[in-house]
């Protein structure tokens, strides 16, 4: 039993309207508490009693269960993201410190069985080129690290040049010089194993009328040069101990997937002392071509870091002009050295004879040419070092001025026979540094 607690009173109208109360039995507390009103059984004196309201408690614990789910829901939504978003940074963690353990390992060349070769370049089937030096092979060691695999002829003498290598490329790590991974000495087989240049060397991009096609524009040339600078300025200023390279030519330099340089092949190379800057040599070594005079012969003084200097000016100018520098201009002419043409060209304002589409092209070339005679002055005071070099590119080109022209038409003999003259006036009363053992 229980009261209506309402009625559609617009249907009946409010003038017609009768309320009835009940008198017996008497069920406000019940009400009251939202319970339902009844009789008790059996009971005496229209005696009632309150009946828990099951129907009108339904919605209420309808809505409370589908809260509390929802609620339940969502926490464990974000409990399964939070467990997951742990274990994939805990991965990604983990990937990261498994990628600089092995990025630390790889920082030191790792030596190599002759059986662990043949795996990596699958038996030596994929040959890349062959040299003086020996055979250069393409490997893997998986398949996202590509490598050149360089076999060394057992004709090299005591293996002066291969210990030379591995020792110099241990300590070096620059973004233009090419990384050494491994080698191998596995009796009288000896290899050096290198990250892949897959673009080659960049006598490969020289400019040139019958290289037209390799040609990468002078924008490209002039970064290629740049980072070729950065990379000698590294290896004379950055390393503990002053690296001079001696063997700078266009076939030391290679290209990765980006055309960035590295430089490489350190056989030639010695360490000497930051502080002091000649180095003693009993024999020339390097190119012919790209030798400073200083290391060709001791006339013109004693040899330096700035023989690394000379050996780029001479590459630069190779690399812009196209021709071998040894090579002459014309046929049954008095030889004019190649150099010496460019310097000429230069100095009487004409155009620089290569291939250029527009004028910004042109500003680079003769920027470029110009940083090269200023590399290629006989005596070595008269260099700029690597970082002027640097400098110097990244300047503008109207302020650089065409050095003075080293070079003698008159001849050979003349030629270096003033520049040594000179050499040994100012060389007088420097003390010849022993090289580093």
């Not at 006598?203 to 490209?220: I, R």
């Not at 300025?233 to 101990?241: A, F, P």
């Not at 092209?361 to 002055?377: E, F, N, P, S, Y």
């Not at 022209?405 to 420097?430: C, H, V, Y």
């Amino acid at each position: 039993m229980f009261n209506i607690s309402s009625f559609p009173s617009d249907f009946l109208g409010k003038d017609n309207i009768l309320e009835l109360l009940w008198s017996e039995p008497n069920c406000k507390d019940c009400e009251r508490h939202r319970n339902r009103c009844g009789w008790k059984n059996y009971g005496d004196n229209n005696e009632t009693r309150c009946f828990v309201n099951h129907k009108g408690s339904t919605p209420v614990l309808v809505t409370t269960g589908s809260v509390l789910g929802s609620l339940f829901a969502v926490f464990l939504v974000c409990a399964v993201y939070h467990f997951y978003d742990s274990y994939t940074l805990r991965k990604e963690k983990q990937a990261i410190f498994d990628k600089f353990l092995e990025d630390y390992r790889a920082l030191k060349p790792t030596r190599y069985s002759h059986t662990e070769l043949k795996r990596i370049t699958n038996n030596f089937t994929d040959k890349l080129g062959e040299g003086a030096y020996g055979v250069v092979f393409k490997g893997s060691i998986s398949k996202e690290f590509i490598v050149a695999v360089k076999m060394l002829n057992n004709s090299q003498g005591n293996g002066e040049e291969f210990i030379n290598e591995v020792n110099t490329m241990g300590r070096i790590h620059h973004v233009n010089i090419v990384r050494m991974v491994g080698f191998c000495a596995d009796g009288f087989k000896r290899a050096l194993i290198y990250e892949f240049m897959p673009n080659g060397s960049l006598q490969n991009f020289k400019n040139s009328p019958n290289n037209k096609k390799s040609f990468l524009g002078w924008q490209k040339l002039y970064e290629i040069t740049l980072g070729i600078a950065k990379g000698i300025e590294y290896l004379h200023q950055g390393c503990d101990q002053r690296i001079v390279h001696f063997d700078i030519k266009p076939q030391n330099v290679l290209l990765d997937g980006n055309f960035s340089p590295k430089i490489c092949d350190f056989g030639l190379s010695k360490l000497c002392s930051k502080e002091q800057s000649l180095v003693s040599m009993t024999t020339a070594r390097g190119t012919l071509g790209y030798i400073a005079p200083e290391v060709f012969s001791r006339n013109f003084g004693n040899v330096s870091y700035k023989s690394d200097v000379y050996s780029y000016g001479m590459m630069m100018l190779e690399t812009i002009g196209g021709r071998k520098i040894t090579e002459d201009i014309e046929e049954n002419t008095s030889h004019v050295y190649y150099p010496e043409w460019i310097h000429n060209l230069l100095e009487e304002g004409d155009e620089m004879r290569v291939h250029i589409d527009d004028e910004g092209d042109a500003k680079i070339a003769r920027k470029l040419a110009i940083v090269g005679l200023c590399c290629i002055q006989w005596h070595a005071a008269h260099r700029p070092s690597m970082q002027m070099v640097i400098q110097m590119l990244e300047g503008t080109e109207d302020r650089l001025q065409v050095p003075p022209n080293p070079f003698a038409s008159a001849g050979t003999k003349r030629k270096f026979g003033s520049a040594g003259i000179a050499a040994m006036q100012l060389n007088q009363g420097l003390e010849v540094i022993q090289e580093l053992e």
